[in-house]
């Protein structure tokens, strides 16, 4: 009759008679776990017992793999991700028999795996979970202890350089804190995105930090597989997907702050590729007054949004602000007298009072037909994430023009190419002219680290770029950061808005209405008034808020 468990180990003097009746008591209860595991759980004996004795009641061999030391070649006879996942351990090669160590070796599907695998028999020996982890890791990987290191070196700082620094192991537990890890890391340098990037022999994290992409240590690319597939289980994407681009949204908590992060997956030659888009509530918090508005700009603005209908967009690239001036906007018009609504690809921000519809394309619900729906509901105020086509525009100017305030974003690099656009869309000349009100074009420019200011004089080239007058340089006093711990070096931190308003006048509504070009109706929006993005960078330069380097990488047109 086969011995206890339980019994082998008092045998063995590993373990007391009260120790065992207390592992059995925890099964009584419901505990569903091996009498093993909760013996070494409470410490009252070592992994490597249990092995042991677990050998000797089944009458097998026990390998000790700490004092072993396997050749490469039996090793590499072994799947990788078979060792990980069912913790079995090569051995040793005799004939045509390869000899592994298991952690569970009544485990028959894992020894007909194997036998399928290698195309040899299997003899099956005992190892203790401790050390087939260790092996495992030695063979493929790092050690625990080494990636507990690299993670402890990542908490205290991004390196701007990558230095190709070896980490790894794809252990369930590690993968989990590592990714955490990437997470609280971009948090913690402000960062707005974070870029998960396969390469040919590692992958590569950057974070984009007040606009500009950082690199941080790359990491192995054995990491690839466990990283990309954990992140997609926290967005709730399909992680048998990879053949098509999929996006997904994460909730975390890092430390008491509230995190939501808008995830895409994207097939790429080496792997799929994922950004992070880090949404922040506290940005909803900022006012009109925050966001960088010239005082005169900004009270042509508040006038703006208080007229009744009317269509007023907001224009520039990917990542220049748009949304949370239009957030702002909308915070400043949600009054209990006012209905508001917005269709949004996706929603970013919940907000308070506002009834927010979002776009699914997979049932029809795209932005005509929500547009469509809501004029139904009565609103005062609309949003519409984005005019992408013609029938969405004209439905927007429809919207306007039957008592409507309408706001949305386009593609545009400046406010006057936004006409042309709608123009070149579909949209007949005339609507355009009538129902457009003002176009409001902006980017995001680094301002200057306050802890490290300096003044400085810039040159003559940066001068002229920005056309800046003799009369404007007198008595101006130009500032830069020269680097600090606080900036990370980079003489930088924070961004700001800078904007190119563009309020319709009669000359520019006939421009529009006759199809005139750009560069046309560009001139007569800077007769009527109109500060282009270069002179409003070149303002904050001048009030020493930005440099005018910074102005020119952002803003500087050809006119």
């Known amino acids: ?91 040793g090669l005799t004939g045509r028999t390869l000899a592994v160590a298991m952690a569970n070796p009544l485990d028959l599907e894992v020894v007909d795996t194997l036998r399928f695998s290698t195309s040899l028999a299997i003899e099956v020996a005992v190892g203790s979970e401790r050390q087939i982890k260790a092996a495992i890791e030695k063979a493929w990987g790092l050690t625990e202890n080494k990636l507990d290191q690299m993670l402890g070196e990542m908490s205290q700082d991004i390196s701007y350089r990558a230095k190709g620094e070896e980490a790894g192991g794809e252990d369930d537990a590690l993968i989990v804190k590592f990714v955490q890890q990437i997470i609280t890391n971009a948090l913690t340098n402000r960062a707005s995105d974070i870029h998960i990037e396969p390469m040919d022999d590692h992958l590569r994290i950057r974070y984009r930090i007040d606009g500009v992409c950082f690199t941080m240590d790359p990491a192995p690319k054995r990491l690839q597989g466990p990283v990309i597939q954990r992140l997609k289980i926290m967005a709730g994407m399909m992680i048998e997907e990879k053949r098509k681009p999929q996006d997904g949204r994460i909730k975390v908590k890092i430390g008491e702050k509230p995190l939501d992060l808008r995830v895409s997956c994207l097939p790429s030659v080496h792997g799929e590729s994922m950004v992070m888009r880090l949404l922040d509530s506290d940005s909803l918090k ?37 949304t949370t001036t239009l957030y702002a906007t909308l915070h400043t018009l949600n009054t209990i007298d006012r209905k508001i609504i917005t269709a949004e690809d996706p929603v970013e921000y919940h907000l308070n009072g506002i009834n927010q519809c979002q776009v699914n394309h997979k049932i029809g619900m795209n932005f005509p037909r929500i547009l469509r729906a809501m004029l139904r509901q009565a609103p005062n105020v609309i949003l519409v994430g984005e005019i992408r086509d013609a029938e969405t525009a004209q439905i927007a100017i429809q919207a306007s023009l039957t008592g409507h305030l309408v706001f949305s974003t386009l593609h545009t690099n400046d406010a006057p190419s936004a006409l042309t656009r709608l123009i070149d869309m579909g949209v007949p ?101 109109m500060n282009t993005l270069s002179m409003d960078g070149s303002r904050k330069a001048l009030q020493g808020i930005t440099t005018p380097e910074e102005v020119i990488r952002m803003a500087k047109t050809d006119d």
């Not at 677990?54 to 072993?68: K, P, T, V």
């Not at 009109?288 to 949004?305: A, E, R, W």
């Open 429 to 529: 000349p005339f609507l355009v002219a009538t129902s457009i009100q003002a176009v409001l074009a902006q980017r995001l420019i680094r301002t200057n680290c306050p802890k490290c200011l300096e003044p400085f004089m810039p040159d003559a080239r940066q001068i002229e770029l920005l056309k800046l007058r003799p009369e404007q340089l007198s008595n101006q006093q130009f500032k830069r950061g020269k680097g600090c711990d606080n900036c990370k070096g980079s003489g930088y931190r924070g961004r700001r808005g800078i904007f190119e308003m563009m309020t319709m006048n009669r000359t520019i509504r006939d421009l529009a209405f006759n199809k005139a070009s750009t560069s046309e109706v560009r001139k007569a929006a800077i007769a009527n008034g």
């Open 286 to 322: 900022l006012s009109l007054d925050d966001m960088g508005f010239d005082p005169t700009d900004l009270k042509v603005f508040n006038n703006l949004i208080k007229r009744p209908n009317g269509i007023v967009l907001v224009t520039g690239p990917t990542g220049s602000g748009k």
């Open 1 to 91: 009759m086969r011995k206890f468990l339980g019994e082998i180990l008092m045998e063995m003097e590993s373990v007391t008679d009260a120790q065992v009746k207390v592992a059995l008591n925890k099964q009584n209860a419901g505990d569903k776990r091996m009498i093993g595991q909760l013996l070494v759980e409470a410490e009252a004996c070592s992994p490597e017992d249990v092995a042991r004795a677990l050998a000797e009641q089944f009458d097998m061999r026990f390998y000790d793999l700490d004092s072993m030391d396997v050749p490469q070649k039996i090793i590499d006879l072994m799947p990788q991700e078979l060792a990980r996942e069912k913790l079995v351990f090569p051995v």
